[in-house]
């Protein structure tokens, strides 16, 4: 049992200082794995958000996001084209990894993420994202402004790269 009950706003303050430290990957992913090894206290203490996705923080060093994944739904594969670090505290993500050499996806490694369970994934990684059985519930901290990036998502049948847009996301969305 933690001394402290988790806190949004105090983890926000926690992961902008481990951005902008020496070794950011590292400090993000301690400080998800701190928050997440208790999942309990962060369901029971953290605000209830309706959307799916919601940006918690942003500024020039680091973007702070909640992602609630849905199993009837899959994630279209995109980049992030910085380094991102999850950290799941309800539920089980769903993870496939594609390759992309030469406009031919193919799929390389899937992972489950559990509650308590964090991952780090590189900037060129481009992945699908689902829930198992039930909705996951996680936090993001990607290092870098996400809103400001231009990412792309990767359309399997046209083989083709695409920008990210919230109308190409909805496009290729994929309900199971």
């Known amino acids: ?3 402290n009950n988790f806190n949004l706003e105090q983890f926000i303050v926690k992961a902008r200082q481990a951005a902008v430290s020496q070794n950011p ?3 993000a992913e301690s400080l998800l794995q701190y928050t997440v ?8 203490h953290m605000p209830i958000i309706a959307e799916c996705e919601r940006m918690l923080f942003e500024d020039d060093t680091v973007s702070i996001w909640y992602c609630r994944f849905e199993p009837s739904t899959v994630v279209p594969a995109h980049d992030h084209k ?11 993500e769903e993870h ?3 390759d992309n050499s030469n406009g031919i996806y193919k799929e390389v490694q899937s992972i489950s993420l559990g509650a ?3 991952e780090k994934l590189s900037p060129k990684q481009i ?8 909705a996951s519930h996680a936090l993001h901290i990607y290092l870098g402004k996400l809103s400001t990036v231009e990412r792309s998502l990767f359309d399997f049948e046209s083989g083709k790269e695409i920008p990210f847009t919230l109308n ?9």
Do not use: S
């Open 127 to 134: 992945h699908t994202v689902t829930a198992k059985n039930t």
């Open 25 to 27: 990957i590292k400090a």
């Open 1 to 3: 049992m933690p001394v």
């Open 82 to 92: 910085m380094h991102v670090v999850v950290g799941v505290y309800q539920g089980t």
């Open 37 to 44: 090894a208790d999942c309990e206290n962060v369901i029971n």
């Open 168 to 176: 190409n996301y909805e496009k290729l969305a994929q309900i199971p």
């Open 96 to 98: 496939t990894f594609f």
């Open 116 to 118: 308590g369970e964090v």
